[in-house]
């Protein structure tokens, strides 16, 4: 498709819609939404595949709050077919036109046929990259660069934890941790999902039941973890606090198993004088080129075969529902996809 050809764009379109927090049940599916208009430097992208995420679960919850009603999901893949006025240079190649295929980060907007987004919110994404996977790559791929090249670069000798360790992310950091030299320790709930995990280079794992500071101490000459990446939060916040070696780092990047409470600084010292960060996948893409930049790091790696995506469930648009409750239920590896 060429700029110059000319696209049809309905003005309703299937959507998910939320009108107020809670369960799975909040989403509904309708027929019926307005098309959205690309403002100034946005584009309006036709959406092939919406990536699901932990994010999209705190928001319908109300744990990050939103305006209401809104149509849920962060990322997406699809093709411009119009431009809003005044866009940026918002790809690697130059400013977007319509015709070209995106990958794009935006807050809730992708459950749906169309999505307005900001240029500089999507990233021209090769063709040889399969639906599925580049509408899980903006999300999970960068959330994964992030954590192992950016709040704790990981290196040769390194010993990180990764709670979570056969889901979405933790299958990408796994391989991306390995890739920098690193061992990894991952925490899992089965045996199926350990032997993924191990598939996907794990060096150890260990069941929830078991995961404990002792235990990390023995894995590791007694000396504990350079860093430990905890996507689970409350449940296993202490833990992996306490399972890192002096001066070490504690990188909470989610909360599946609810929000962690207030804690007195005072812990940080107590566990060794560690650090704590709770980072956003929007802090981590602010600089200048850096959303673009981390893309094109994933993307490499897609290419030469270091990284592979698991798609773990592919569902129609229509059952949102279904693939909520299945990855909050942890009956999911890998990443989930909706199809509009």
Same mark, same amino acid.
């Given at each position: 498709m060429s700029s110059s050809q000319t696209v049809t764009i309905?003005?309703?379109m299937h959507a998910i819609r939320v009108s107020h927090t809670g369960g799975a049940d909040v989403l509904e599916y309708k027929d019926d939404v307005p098309v959205p208009q690309p403002g100034p430097g946005e584009v309006l992208?036709?959406?092939?595949a919406a990536g699901v995420n932990y994010i999209d679960t705190y928001f319908r919850e109300g744990i990050y709050p939103t305006d209401m009603p809104y149509t849920p999901g962060v990322e997406g893949v699809g093709r411009v077919v119009a431009k809003g006025e005044d866009n940026g240079d918002a790809s690697s190649s130059g400013e977007l036109s319509v015709g070209d295929r995106v990958a794009f980060?935006?807050?809730?907007?992708?459950?749906a046929d169309y999505a307005a987004v900001p240029?500089?919110?999507?990233?021209?994404?090769e063709e040889t990259i399969d639906d599925p996977t580049a509408a899980s790559l903006m999300t999970q791929g960068i959330t994964a660069h992030y954590l192992s090249d950016g709040c704790y670069s990981l290196g040769e000798g390194d010993t990180c934890v990764i709670t979570a360790g056969s889901g979405g992310v933790g299958l990408l950091? /796994?391989?991306?941790?390995?890739a920098r030299g690193a061992t990894v320790i991952s925490i899992t709930s089965t045996e199926e999902k350990a032997q993924l995990s191990r598939d996907n280079g794990a060096d150890y794992t260990i069941n929830y039941d078991d995961y404990s500071p002792e235990k990390i101490r023995e894995l590791t000459d007694g000396r504990g973890a350079d860093v430990v990446y905890d996507g689970v939060g409350k449940t296993t916040f202490d833990t992996s606090i306490h399972s890192l070696r002096p001066t070490g780092t504690m990188v909470l990047f989610g909360a599946a198993s609810g929000p962690v409470p207030p804690i007195d600084p005072q812990l940080l010292n107590e566990a060794g004088?560690?650090?704590l960060t709770r980072p956003s996948i929007k802090d981590w893409t602010s600089r200048p080129g850096e959303l673009q930049s981390r893309v094109q790091a994933v993307v490499g790696m897609v290419a030469n075969g270091s990284v592979k995506f698991r798609i773990g469930g592919t569902f129609p648009l229509s059952?949102?529902? /279904?693939?909520?409750?299945?990855?909050?239920a942890r009956k999911t590896t890998?990443?989930?996809?909706?199809?509009p």
């Open positions: 309905p003005n309703t992208v036709k959406i092939d980060y935006n807050t809730n907007c992708s459950y240029a500089s919110a999507a990233v021209a994404i950091l /796994t391989q991306m941790a390995k004088s560690v650090f059952e949102a529902r /279904t693939a909520h409750e299945q990855l909050q890998g990443s989930l996809v909706l199809i």
